[in-house]
């Protein structure tokens, strides 16, 4: 495998085991591949396997290789949603540029089900009250119906690699659907983890019949249930040469990752 776990994700596991201790067990770990900043700067080079990832848990979201499509790892399925609207599952040999993945335990899962429409802030204020902790990482889980959802994909990427916001304003496809069942996979991560990952919500969306799919913008959900599992560990692994210039990676991005993600 081509990466390292960083001395400073060694750091902050520590804290968070330290912190995490009286809500979750030790053993339980978010395994992070690459940082959202080395993305943001077009780090789109494969470093990790979908083996290796799948060896790390069976719950999930990133991307592959060249950002072709949206990665949903869920019931360790690895499945990719495309840029053209289909589904496809990522083999074993598939790269992969950045990722988050846990292995969820549903005995462990704090869940709330509504039988009636909510909309996403209404979702968010659910996920607040099950995730009181704003300094521990949390896995977020909804399983059922959606009156609509708003996704996105990305086109596959060619050397040079662009930096993403730049490939977002050409490449970006968005997608809107109704009257669908399906799952919400994701994390919520905490503040100060700073440009390492998406601080708040990152949810990605697959339909029940795993047809569509694709990262959530928007949503408002029919019925179903909310859970979450809080995440004691945080362990990175970083790429040994992201092959982008040190200038460009240093660039304060928080803009731009502001602009991607919504």
Known sequence: MKFRVSILAAVFALFLVSSAKAI????YELVQISTVRAVLAGGYDGVATVRDLIGFGNFGIGTVNAIDGELILYN????????DGSIAIATNAETVPFASVYRIDRNRLTSVRFEEPITRAEFTEIVDRLAPDPNIFYAILFEGEFVSVDARSEKKQEKPYRPLAEVMKTDEVRFSYTDRTGVLVGFRSPNLIGDLNVPGDHLHFISSDRTVG?????FVLRSGRISVQPIPNFRMCLQENLGIDADRLARDRSGELEQVEK
């Open 76 to 83: 360790g399925v690895p499945y990719v949603a495309k840029s």
């Open 24 to 27: 979750s067990p030790d053993g």
């Open 214 to 218: 694709g990262h959530a913008l928007d």
